[in-house]
Nanobody, 122 residues
Framework: QVEVAESGGGLVQAGGSLRLSCAAF????????MSWYRQAPGKERELVAR???????NYADSVKGRFTVSRDNAKNTVTLQMNSLKPEDTAVYYC????????????????WGQGTQVTVSS
């Protein structure tokens, strides 16, 4: 089981960009499905973006065309590039790592980071 840690959050004006990074610690990183989730105050946690070991991606409709998730299996890292940020993107963003065998239960069985705050001002 890998452990993960996020970095890169901060405060940005609407229309700006931020890049979040997730470092994974452990073996067999390439076998893990990596995801970014977010949780805004008073709202449920939601999946933002996911990338498989082979590089296939999927995104929440609300971020399609603005966010890009990528991974570097050699460096055990995942990046979320966020462009054209909106105030509604404000949330704590979490990295999740789950072995490919359990990808459909990522929230239950995956490893979570501490989260990083993203605040978008209008």
């Amino acid at each position: 089981q890998v452990e993960v840690a996020e970095s890169g959050g901060g405060l940005v004006q609407a229309g700006g960009s931020l890049r979040l990074s997730c470092a994974a610690f452990g073996s067999d990183f390439a076998l893990y499905v990596m995801s970014w989730y977010r949780q805004a105050p008073g709202k449920e946690r939601e999946l933002v973006a996911r990338i498989t070991s082979g590089g296939s991606t999927n995104y929440a409709d609300s971020v399609k065309g603005r966010f890009t998730v990528s991974r570097d299996n050699a460096k055990n890292t995942v990046t979320l590039q966020m462009n054209s940020l909106k105030p509604e993107d404000t949330a704590v963003y979490y990295c999740n790592a789950v072995h490919i065998r359990l990808w459909h239960q990522a929230e239950e069985f995956g490893s979570w980071g501490q989260g990083t705050q993203v605040t978008v001002s209008s």
